[in-house]
């Protein structure tokens, strides 16, 4: 009897299921709120669904009423493979906040040096390859990304893609995505299958979940287990996850089972959404060459050509901070944060919000409105630097790490590789559109996949070094770094 918000009208039974496209919803999405406004209800099979689509929505309830809406929704499929005692699914608890403590304690100004150390190391071991494969700049860049996270969580070193943890997390992170697909599982819409016996015609996602609940737990619990013994024998590396164990020797087995989730969550979290924005920042370099240049020209004023750039630089590069600030929103990472859901019936703006809701942001919206950045398609650092009718656009990543008690708690990180990726990449490489046989430039067709996590589709770009000097001292810091001598160039 309630009111509900505006929004599509459904079919009945179904809803609005077959209104709601498998890819892109944010953009179906943002083309609905032009009609239902910025506080839309969907249903999808039963399930009450309200999506946001203005600041002020978002705020209102994401952030303001953070406690209300802190929950996440159940997804059947991803609890059976264990996925949701990870730290993104997992449900809002007192655990929860113990978790995310955890996290945000490990990334916090304690760990800042350390963290920066293992970036500038890794750094330098991801120019040689770059040099010597520019057409695998993909794998080295997810490479470098597992390096970074597996040194600091694991004391791990991840020499290449054999390794078997970097293999293990690949796998965990693929059938991740697949489960959380729009209706990828049947089970996710009628959670009642899961109790068919498994011989009854249809519940083949149970092999599956089986299958791939085997991998997450294999990577949860092998590192883990692994440095449990070093730890004991007094021989482990300094890490985030032997520090947890060390600093606790009497922990309770939920305890103990609590640390082994959040630290496989880490790179869990942190691997596709860093790899598709260091992704984004080569495709937007190869497509806008004019600021490429401007951005060079940036760095070499402030670090000079006779070393690489280090964080000590971040407040003297405010043009690099402007583009990546255009990196998080011209194609954010994760479109429409993770869904939230209502812990409890709520009220706003005289409409009934039931509990159990799903409530989404979508981010991408706001980040695309061309009220608050003009030419929203276009890649434009300066909108952040230039006031345009008296003001200068918003950053970006108000929106682009996601809202209230579920907001990303690896921004820090996240930002950190960045920041290091850009300014040394540009410091030391041009990248253009790639070339024909003939030479000439080929076209990039900047187009995205992906639905939670949005990256850019499989593209080519020409990566040379800036110079013959800049080649010679990737070598000699290759010979440095030993990398030669382990066969990776
Ligand atoms: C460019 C890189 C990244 C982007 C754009 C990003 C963005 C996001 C977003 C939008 C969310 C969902 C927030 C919400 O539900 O409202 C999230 C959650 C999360 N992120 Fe990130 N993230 C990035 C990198 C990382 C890194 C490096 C880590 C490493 C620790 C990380 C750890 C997490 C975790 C653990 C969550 C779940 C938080 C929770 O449910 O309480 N992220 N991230």
Redesign the pocket.
Known sequence: QKRLPPGPRGLPLIGNALQVPAGREWATFAAWAQMYGDFMYLSVFGRPMVVLTSPDAISDL?EKRGTIY?D?PKLTMSGMIGHDD?????P?DRQ?KE??RL?LN??GPRNATEMQQIHEDKMAQLLPRILESPSQFHQHIRWL?ASI?YQFTHGHVVHDSHDRLFQLADQVNQDFARTIAPAAFLVDIFPFLRYLPDWFPGTGFKAVAKEMRKTWVRLRDEAYDDIQAQVAKGMAQPSFTANLIESNPERTPEEDFLYRN?SA???????D??V??IESFFLIMALYPHIQTKAQAEIDAVVGSARLPTFSDKLKLPYIEALIKE??RWN???PM????RAMQDDEYRGYHIPAGCTVI?N?WAILHDPTLYPDPFEVIPERYLIKTDGRRNPDPRAW????????????V???D??FLVVTTILATFDISKPLGPDGTPLELDATYSGSSISHPSRFECNITPRSQDIARLIKSMADIAGTQDAGLL
Request: charged content about 10%.
């Open positions: 994401l802190a996440r990870g730290v993104p699914l997992a809002y929860h978790r995310r996290i490990a990334l990304v996270v959040v969550s880490f790179y869990a979290a942190a691997s959404t860093t598709s924005a990196i998080h954010p990472v994760v944060a993770v869904p939230h942001a981010s682009a790490f996601g809202y209230g008690r579920r907001s990303c708690p690896g921004q990180l996240a930002e590789t960045l």
